[in-house]
């Protein structure tokens, strides 16, 4: 397990109810309802928890790297330090969920929605973010670098302080009226492909492109 996450404090077996610090590593968990369960510090890696409400649960310093949440529902849960990477989450909802200082590197989130989401340093590197949507989310500290965000959404987004896109893939990415004076490894080129408009802030030194790309849309 990556440095920095929590090791479960219990162990117990595919079949034990929700509890902080259970292990239901590479359990068989599809289409259930734990919404307002409490998995606190506890181990899903591995674990199959596709198509399942996990709605207002607590996973706060949870292990849940390579686990397949395709369809899962994350609303309202909060899930700070979590260890998301290299999770399989096609489509799956993780609106308004406060994960603030988790780990999503190298996750598989096409057209995730984190729409209000409190992702403040949140680690998005080599993430796969084709059209995932990150409407009136708060992304200030968050790391892109090298993931693709094409056509992915971050209208409204909330960015106070430096956000990193480091040879992130910016293909249509909807940057319309965001203030991304302070974002780092930005360079002309993502900008030209991305769609902003003049209420879009750039680096210093950067320019807006003639047309923006999605101008017409």
Known sequence: MAAG????????DCGST??????????????LMLEGSD????NLADADLSLTNLSRTNLVSANLEKATLVRAWFTNAQAGKANFAKIEAYRSGFENVAAEGASFAGAEL????????KLTDVNF???ELGRASFRNATLTGAKFGLANL????LGG??????????????????????DLSAATGLEQAQIDLACGDAKTKLPAGMTPP????????
């Open 5 to 12: 996450f929590a090791s479960p404090v219990l162990a117990a």
């Open 18 to 31: 929700p509890s902080a610090g259970i292990d239901w590593g590479d359990c068989n968990k599809k289409n």
């Open 39 to 42: 998995f606190q510090g506890a």
């Open 110 to 117: 096409q057209r995730a929605n984190f729409n209000g989401a």
């Open 125 to 127: 590197e080599k993430a």
């Open 150 to 153: 094409s056509r992915a959404d």
């Open 157 to 178: 987004a909330t960015i106070e302080g430096p956000v990193s896109f480091d040879r992130a893939f910016m293909f249509l990415t909807r940057i319309e009226g965001l």
């Open 210 to 217: 003639d047309s923006w790309p999605c101008a017409s849309d």
